[in-house]
Each structure stands twice: as C-alpha cells, then as structure tokens.
C-alpha cells in the first residue's frame, strides 16, 4: 500500500497570495474598502460586514468568501488600517495566532512575527518609529521546554497534563523515584515529621517497607484508629498523616505501592491529594468593602467578596475533613487579609480582625493602606490603590506571620491588586501560589492597551495590566472558572488570551505575555450558597417571613433613598436584575430596551437592584455618571407604573427568597452588561429556578446552555433581547409549562457543574499536587521569578509613582 502524502499545509501569506492570483478584483475591492476607511482598528463585525458591500456579483462574493481569504477573515480578530497597508491578526482556533500584511497598493503580502505586527499597530498612535530598542517583553524562552499540551481542548486541564507528563518522566526507572522519597521524607508541620521518617533513605527501602505495614494492617479491623498501630508503624519508618483508621493508612499505603510498581497519573492525583499539605492559607482581597454585612453593592464590592465566603467555608469544611481523615490533630487556619479602612461607613471594615461565621477557624484580617503620611482612612477605587500595595504586602507579612505563628502552605490572590501583593509574598516566603483574576479589565475596556494613555487618568491601566503579567506569571497555579476566561470561544478572545500579546505603546511591549496552553490554568467554577440559593419549589426552606418585606421593597408607593418607581399592575410577571451599577454592567441598557419595546412593557414589569438612587449617596465616578442616566432613561421612556428601582441590597437572604419571589410570580432575570466575567447573580437565579436571559460577552454565556438553560442576548443588539424576552413570556402565557421546562433545565445544569463542594475538593487537590510538582521538579521557575523580580522593580514601581495618592477629607 501507498504511504500518505505529506500535505504542507499553505501558509497565512501562500493563502492570501493564491486568493489574490485567482479572486484578484473581488480581493482588491474589498482590502480598498478597509483602506478607505482611514488609519484606525476594524473589528471582525467590520471586516466580514464589508463583504457584502464589494462591488461584484454574487457569484464572486461567494467564492471570495468561501475561499481561503474567506477563512482567514472568519477567524480574524482584528485589522490594523494604516494606508496603504492592511495587517491582520488571525486565530486559527483557541490559543493560536498569526499575523499576516497586506500592501494594498502594490498587492504584495507579508507575514508578519508577533513583535513586528504590534510594532505597526504602534504607529496608530506613535507614527513611523525606526528605534529597534523598545522594551519587549518575552516569557517564551523561559518556557519553552516546559512542556504543554497543544489541542486547544486540553486549555483548563493543566493538572491531568502535569501529572501524565511529569510521571512518564519521573517514572522512568526506580532511581528517578527519589525526588518523591525526598518529598515524603520533607514533610513536616511545625516541626513534626510526618509520612516517612529516618528509617526509609532509599526506594527500595520504602518498597519493603510498604509490604510489611500492608500486611500488618491488612490483619486489623478496618476501623482500628491510629494510634493503635502508630508504633508499630513508626518501627517500620511512617509516621502520622497516612489516614485515621486502619482501612484508610492501607489504601494509602496501596496508592503508593502502586505509584512505584505501575504509575498511572490518575492514582497520582489521588496519592498527591490526600497527603497533608495545606493546614494554613493565606487569601488575599484587598479593595473594596470586605465585610459580612452592610457591603453588597457597594462602589468595587460585589461577587469577588461574595466568592470568597463561600469559598472559605466550603475550604475549611473541607481542610477539617481532610485532616481528620489524615488521622492528624492540626487546627486548620485560613485568614482573610483585606485592607482595613477606618472611614468604614457603617461596616465593620475598622476592625483588625472579624471571624467568618458559619467558620472556626476562618478570620478577616484586616491592615490599612500607609504611606509616610499616615494611614489613609477612606475607601479609594480599585483603580487607584497601587501606591499602596508595596507597603501593604510588608505590613501584611508581619501580621500574617504573628497570626499563623509562622508562613502558610498556600497563598492566593483575588483580583489584580491581591495577585500582585500575593506574588509578592509568595516569592519572599517560598510559598505555593494560587491566582484567582474574577475580572481581567483589559477585556472590559476595548482597546485600552493601545489607547492605554487615554484611560490613564481614570484607569491607571498601566498598573494594572503590568500587575497582571507579573502576577498570573509568578503564580504557581491559575484558578478560573470557565474555559471562556482563559481562552475564549472559537469566535472571541479570552481574557487571559488576549495578555498573550499586546502593546502600550511608548511603555513596553509584550511579544510573550501569557501561553493558555500552560499547565498551570485550571478550570473550577464557583457555585451559590445552598442554604440562601435554592428553587423555588422547595416549600418548607422558604423565608415566607421575609415576604412582607420584600412586597414592600417592590410595591411599596413611597418613593425614596431607597426605591423609586410605582409597578401600576402587579399581576405582571417581573423583569429582574440586580448588581453593582457600572457602566459595563449595563443596567441602563436593560431599562432603555424595555421602555423601548411596547410589547415588552405590556407583558411584563422591569425591576432593578442597583447602586444608589440619589447622586449625593455615591462617591464613585462611574456610579454617579449611570444614576443620571437611569433618571433620565425612567423620564424619557415615560416608565413610571412600569418600572421600579431598587437601590443596592446587602441582605442576602432576602435577596435570595426575592429571586425565589420573582419565580414565583412566573418572572426572568438578566444580566446585560457589555462584558461580564463570571456572574455569580446568574448562578444565584439559575439556583433559584429562575429562567434567565444573559449576555453573550463573557463567562455566562458558558454557564447556560442557550435555548436549553436560559437564554443569551447580546447587549450591542438591545431591540432584538427585548423581542427575545417578550416572546418567551408570550410562549409561558400560551404554555405555562415552558416556564417550568427551562427553570428545572437552570437547576439541573448548576447542581450538575456549579458547586463549592465540587469547588472545595478540586482547590484542595490541586494545592498539593501543584505544591508536590514545585518540590521535586523544575516548575519553581527560578529563571522566569528573576526576571518578574527585574520587572516589577525597575518598571512596575516606576508606573506605581505615576498614580497620585489620595487625599483624605471630604
Ligand atoms: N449583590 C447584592 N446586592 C446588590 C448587588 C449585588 O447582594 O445590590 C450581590 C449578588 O447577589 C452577587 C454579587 O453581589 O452575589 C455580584 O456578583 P457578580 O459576580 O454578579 O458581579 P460582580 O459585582 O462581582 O462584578
Ligand atoms: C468579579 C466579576 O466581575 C464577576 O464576573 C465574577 O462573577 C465575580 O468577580 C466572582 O468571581
């Protein structure tokens, strides 16, 4: 038989060429188009649009189209036009790039490196620059023999790649065995050896070992407890942290035994997930309100906070567990380190230290912002808290230290700010470090890295993003909670994708930011809180003492501080939204596109739990901008009798039975903003029974499956969402059962896929294998923390000085 031919597959420019050489006059028609629309970016919304617009018949549109440039403006995320020149960044799939030139004038192609590609699109806003020195920003090297998977499916698995790849290595013959034997060896929790003592120096040691204690516990009953066995087992060279009971030091001992007869990554996993690890972690939260009470809602306090409880009591339920079963007498620790803002308006974000309840050993730690003038005592956006991380990280080190007695076993960050102060102190205590981004704002905001100069002011985005790459580069695992954050979808770029490669101008330019392939980006999503987030339907948990109130909350005539609007018939079923009102939330649109839809607003009333409603109640900027525009929207549209504004609300068990209330009353929630990361509202209504429409930007739209567990619409099209939503109340109205089908399809799907308990083991697991991976192979990345260290000290803190301090006082 005939061997397969080799078939090179063409490249971006063979292709561009060959369409040029057979469709030359549609290709020139439509590349004159892009030109003619001046130097600037085309988005891909542009780029196909304009297809339909060349000059030629049908016939040769669709062959231009379906052809291979057809396929490359598919998959083309962006065009830069400086004229005569059209240049093109193209993603073939997920987590892959290229670039490709067009001179339009002259029909001649290039293909372009990643660095000469951001080098042009630089001069939209530098012009023509011939220095060959600008500051490039390169972890590729770094990186390049570590090993990645390269299916675009694989993005958000890094820990089943790590563990099949590093064992088939480690695990080549016994002596490759002995980083293992060293780790178990190494284990200690202050002070006390645990696993393996003196006794075992070698595998073969630990080898016979294994057999004797296995067949000595395989004659006990199973739930012989360990200190029954302990010297016996101490004899024989283990110590405490195999198990608690007999049956359980077995199937430990079983696990390992199989590791060093036939290694499979899977028992790995296991064996590496259950050795005691993690007794004290370290998270950090720093900006916003943190607070049990009174702060939901607030200016930058929202869902990153509400994570963060639940997470903490899901982790410690699941630590005290874990250390039980080691058969271990540890008190797990696990602080909360926040800033600490005297001007606490009302909540408890004074206080040094709050314990978590539903929590025994989960405390907030509180440290403020210092700078030589003293402490600030006011709450400052997240966007301007960088002059004070450096500070805070130190101040944070000897207070975590003085409360843990000594340096955690796993710190992790939340957000920019509490990633980089994260880095800062795991790389300063040899700590595993965990990175949790909730929102990457260079994706809330398009183009703000080329045009980073003109969000400056506002923004300080070149803090941020810079905080960024050191932080989710300096980390030892990456947390994320869909597969969207990381690497988009076929057709849109993730968030961490889109720090792969991008410029700022006239600061540095980064040709190697971020690989999604790394392993060290793994996929657990959050869950909602069962005991306030549960259906609707579940008649004996429900809070009916609550519904006085929360009736008063929606149709109560009086307007003030806290609701306006009057909803005239309260048979409607109800529109609901809540969250913080930024502008990307997009709370404005929904009201605009239901005053604008007639249909809409005879089916159905619209309510929103958002922000503030007096102007004088808010001190944050983009807050106040939306509260006049919501005024404005509820006047213009004439929406009073419709409409009924609620202002943020920090009770969560009533916002829970209101979720549960609006279900009741047959009614939907939507979450339209113009970007969203995650969206915890959405898992809360979904764990509600409430049918809910979100937007199509963002984790969402991976959350529901559309048509199926809800619905997407995409807040750039507001008429076609509000025609989306008054058809599905017209379809319940003609069928009251299709209400019930998608309710039960939203609960099906979040039990299935979003839960703290699934959360909490996953988190669990990964810090030990990660930590395990740190200790007995290269993936401490001692060159790459070098290079991060260089970076944050002669460029991170010279950014750092450009963002004015704030001034206390009114
Ligand atoms: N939330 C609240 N009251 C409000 C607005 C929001 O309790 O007035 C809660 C909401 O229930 C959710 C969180 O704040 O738990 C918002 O999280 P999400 O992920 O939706 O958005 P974020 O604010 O983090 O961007
Ligand atoms: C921040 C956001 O903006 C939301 O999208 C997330 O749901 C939240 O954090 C929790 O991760």
């Known amino acids: ?481 869909t597969y969207q954050e990381i690497a988009g979808t076929k057709n849109t770029v993730g968030q961490y994708e889109s720090h792969k490669a991008f410029t700022l101008p006239g600061l540095y330019r980064v040709v190697h930011g971020i690989d999604v392939f790394d392993p060290k980006f793994n996929i657990v999503s959050p869950g909602a809180d069962d005991c306030i987030y549960f259906p609707y339907s579940n008649k004996e948990k429900r809070l009916t003492s609550l519904h006085d109130s929360i009736e008063k909350l929606l149709y109560d005539p009086k307007q003030n501080d806290e609701h306006i609007g009057i909803l005239k018939d309260h048979s409607k079923p109800i529109i609901f939204s809540m969250a913080r009102l930024d502008q990307v939330k997009n709370i404005t649109g929904l009201v605009e596109s239901y005053g604008k839809n007639p249909k809409l607003r005879e089916i159905a009333n619209l309510v929103v739990v958002a922000g503030s409603i007096d102007v004088k109640l808010s001190n944050d900027r983009e807050e106040i901008a939306e509260i006049e525009k919501m005024h404005s929207l509820i006047k213009q549209y004439n929406l009073d009798g419709h409409i009924r504004w609620i202002a943020a609300q920090t009770n969560r068990a009533r916002n829970g039975e209101l979720y549960r209330y609006i279900a009741d009353k047959r009614g939907i929630f939507v979450q339209p903003a113009f970007y969203e990361a995650f969206g915890l509202t959405v898992v809360e209504a979904m764990a509600c029974g409430l049918p809910t429409f979100v937007t199509c930007h963002g984790g969402p739209s991976e959350i529901i499956e559309d048509g199926i567990s809800g619905f997407l619409i995409d807040p750039y099209h507001p008429d076609k969402a509000a025609e989306l939503m008054a058809d599905f109340f017209q379809k319940c109205n003609e069928d009251p059962s299709y209400w019930v089908k998608i309710s039960e399809a939203s609960l099906r799907r979040i039990h299935e896929k979003y839960t703290w308990k699934i959360y909490s083991e996953r988190l669990m697991t990964l810090a030990g294998v990660y930590g395990f991976w740190k200790y007995v192979s290269k993936l401490e990345r001692r060159e790459t923390r070098r290079y991060l260290e260089m970076f944050y000290i002669l460029k991170f803190r010279d950014l750092v000085k450009s963002v004015p301090l704030a001034v206390d006082g009114p």
């Open 1 to 481: 038989m005939e061997a397969p031919k080799l078939v090179k597959l063409p490249s971006m420019r063979e292709r561009v060429e060959d369409t040029l050489s057979a469709h030359r006059n549609e290709l020139v028609s439509l590349l004159s188009r892009y030109v003619a629309q001046g130097k600037g970016i085309l988005q891909p919304h542009h780029l196909i649009d304009e297809l339909d617009n060349i000059v030629c018949d049908d016939a040769g549109k669709k062959k231009l189209g379906d052809g291979p440039f057809g396929e490359i403006l598919k998959s083309a995320q962006e065009a830069i036009v400086l004229p005569p020149f059209v240049a093109i960044a193209v993603r073939p799939r997920p987590g892959v790039w290229e670039y490709v030139r067009v001179n339009v004038y002259e029909l001649s192609v290039d293909q372009l490196t990643v660095a000469e590609y951001l080098r042009f699109k630089e001069e939209l806003v530098d012009g023509h620059n011939d220095d060959p020195y600008v500051l490039e920003l390169d972890f590729e090297p770094f990186n390049a023999t570590f090993p990645r998977p390269t299916r675009s499916s694989s993005i958000g698995n890094g820990v089943q790649f790590l563990n099949r790849h590093l064992s088939s290595n480690m695990f080549r013959n016994k002596e490759s065995l002995e980083p293992l034997l060293d780790f178990l060896r190494a284990h200690k929790h202050k002070g006390h050896v645990l696993m393996l003592n003196d006794r075992i120096q070698r595998i073969s040691r630990l080898d016979s070992a294994l057999a004797k204690a296995e067949d000595h516990l395989s004659k006990l009953p199973p739930d012989t407890p360990y200190s029954e066995f302990e010297y016996t087992l101490q004899g024989m060279g283990f110590e405490r942290g195999w198990g608690d009971t007999a049956a359980r030091v077995l199937e430990m001992m079983h696990l390992l035994s199989d590791i060093l007869q036939a290694p499979d990554p899977s028992t790995l996993e296991t064996f590496l997930g259950r050795i005691p690890m993690v007794s004290n972690v370290v998270i950090l939260s720093i900006h916003g309100y943190f607070g049990q009470a009174n702060v939901l809602g607030l200016p930058d306090t929202g869902g990153q906070i509400v994570y963060i409880l639940d997470q903490v009591r899901a982790l410690e339920n699941e630590m005290i567990m874990r250390i039980k079963q080691q058969g271990l007498n540890i008190t797990p620790r696990i602080l909360i380190v926040t800033r600490l803002i005297p001007d606490a308006k009302g909540t408890s974000c004074n206080q040094r230290l709050e314990r978590v309840s539903g929590c025994e050993y989960t405390h907030i730690l509180r440290v403020p912002f210092r700078t030589e003038h003293g402490i600030l005592q006011k709450w400052i956006s997240r966007f301007d808290v960088w002059p004070y991380l450096e500070t805070f990280a130190q101040d944070s080190a000897s207070e975590i230290a003085a409360e843990l007695q000594g340096a955690p076993d796993l710190i992790i960050g939340n957000y920019s700010d509490g990633n980089l102060v994260a880095s800062l102190l795991a790389y300063k205590m040899g700590v595993t470090q965990c990175t949790i981004a909730h929102a990457l704002e260079k994706t809330k905001y398009p183009d703000s890295d080329i045009y980073w100069k003109k969000f400056e002011d506002k923004y300080h985005f070149s803090c941020q993003f810079t905080a960024d790459l050191l932080a989710m580069n300096n980390s030892d695992f990456i947390i994320t909670s």
